[in-house]
């Protein structure tokens, strides 16, 4: 019988021979090889959310210079640059327009923390650029584009993170290593869930004037033309199509993707099947599903996602999570912490607890992959478009109201209705990056 303290022996033995090498020892190796005084130039894309909270652990490194930041919002550009000014003495550049930032010569790395919708042309125009990139999730808002970005990392050979930092946890690594002990048992089915209040927002409010300092025009981008209107702006934009795709791919992404890790999957599923709608808030003014459930089929087990949203609170007393359900006892597991629940006296119960340190330690192994010129970073840009195609699946699915399988390769569900969600129709005059071999 495996207890909670030979798990943990036997993990830090494993550890200590250097089976989890390429998830830590990269920045040892790197740090050996860069200079006490030399400055890696980084630029800011998107610097009102996870942009400015990526930044902030990049600026944890004495040699990070923050040297540019761009925004569509002149109120948050100006405090943005005030507060780097105030911490390091040295005022960054600052921009409207992304392109005008990629022109620099002195950028080594641009982080992305605009909206889903600008992820894929941002990305790839770093990529040619010469830029490595720290980019956030989900990668793109659409399938077509996830194969245009890891094609573009590719073609540059450019070094890419995605900012799914459950990659680079210590406890979601020892959740890898005890769903590899073979200890759960046969896992037949993964579940997975996330249902957060935030995603039920309010009843619909008129649109509005542009707000002042902010330009609108660069905002939509690539989306359609619209008027303003304050609920699809700030944050709340993830709840509508053109920009987000709800809670599958907000939170979605995060969790299948540890699901995929757990279960070692590296390809698409061979059904997906999808019920989804605005069943709990038919009134409110997100177009994306407040219920929803997504099945993925493969050979034998399952993944389930669900998501309810308005609500905060879900299966084993966590509002989202993951149990992976073994003949032996089931893993649960979210960013506090995870527990093993035997199946009678099969194997022993424990628990385990988060450090807390996931986004540091991501950032710490993407700038130890620039140093070293390893593509092999903690999450990546393959990792990020493989779930991220996972949520896309489910939402499409759920959209059309019919069970899917989507040949990759060929890049089409051999559905017509299906197909048409594939690849975003860009607002001219921007252009989707090529995506197809």
């Not at 030979?6 to 998830?23: E, N, R, Y």
């Not at 390091?88 to 790395?109: A, G, N």
Request: overall charge neutral; aromatic content about 10%.
């Amino acid at each position: 019988m495996l207890t909670r303290r030979s798990f943990l022996k036997k993990s830090s033995a494993v550890l200590a021979a250097g089976v989890m090498h390429s998830l830590f020892a990269p920045y040892e190796t790197a740090a050996r090889k860069v200079g006490a005084n030399d400055k890696i130039r980084v630029a800011l894309i998107g610097c009102r959310n996870m942009g400015w909270s990526d930044l902030s652990d990049f600026m944890r490194h004495p040699e990070i210079d923050c040297v540019a930041l761009c925004d569509i919002d002149q109120n948050i550009l100006r405090n943005r640059a005030a507060e780097i000014e105030k911490s390091r003495s040295k005022r960054p550049e600052v921009y409207t327009d992304y392109r005008k930032l990629l022109d620099r010569q002195d950028v080594d790395i641009v982080i992305i923390g605009t909206p889903d919708h600008w992820h894929c042309l941002q990305m790839t125009d770093a990529c040619s650029a010469g830029k490595d990139v720290y980019v956030e999730k989900p990668i793109a808002n659409s399938i077509a584009e996830c194969d245009a970005m890891v094609k573009a990392a590719e073609r540059y050979g450019r070094v890419v993170q995605v900012g799914q930092q459950q990659r680079s946890g210590e406890h979601w690594a020892e959740m890898k290593r005890f769903i590899d002990g073979g200890t759960l048992g046969k896992i037949s089915c993964v579940d997975v869930w996330g249902n957060f209040a935030y995603a039920a927002l309010g009843k619909p409010v008129a649109d509005t004037p542009v707000p002042e300092g902010v330009d609108f025009d660069m905002w939509l981008g690539p989306a359609p033309e619209r008027t303003f209107n304050p609920q699809r702006f700030h944050g709340s934009w993830r709840m509508f199509w053109d920009y987000g795709g709800g809670l599958l791919t907000d939170w979605g992404v995060h969790l299948l993707d540890m699901a995929l890790w757990g279960m070692n999957v590296d390809g698409m599923p061979k059904r997906v099947l999808a019920a989804g709608g605005k069943w709990a808030f038919p009134e409110n003014a997100p177009e994306t599903f407040d219920t929803l459930s997504v099945i993925y089929e493969f050979n034998d087990f399952q993944i389930r996602w669900s998501n309810h949203a308005g609500a905060e609170m879900g299966p084993y007393n966590r509002n989202y999570g993951l149990a992976f359900q073994g003949t032996n006892g089931t893993l649960v597991i979210n960013r506090e912490g995870w527990e093993v629940i035997p199946n009678g006296k099969k194997i022993e119960a424990f628990t385990g607890k988060a450090d807390f340190n996931d986004h540091k330690k991501h950032v710490d192994n993407f700038l130890a992959c620039v140093r070293s010129r390893s593509f092999n970073t903690a999450c990546t840009i393959q990792n990020g478009s493989l779930c991220a195609k996972y949520a896309h699946l489910g939402n499409i699915s759920a959209r059309i109201g019919e069970s899917l399988t989507y040949d990759d390769g060929k890049h089409t569900f051999h559905n017509k209705e299906a197909d048409k969600l594939v690849c975003p129709d860009y607002r001219s005059p921007w252009r989707l990056p090529e995506w197809k071999d």
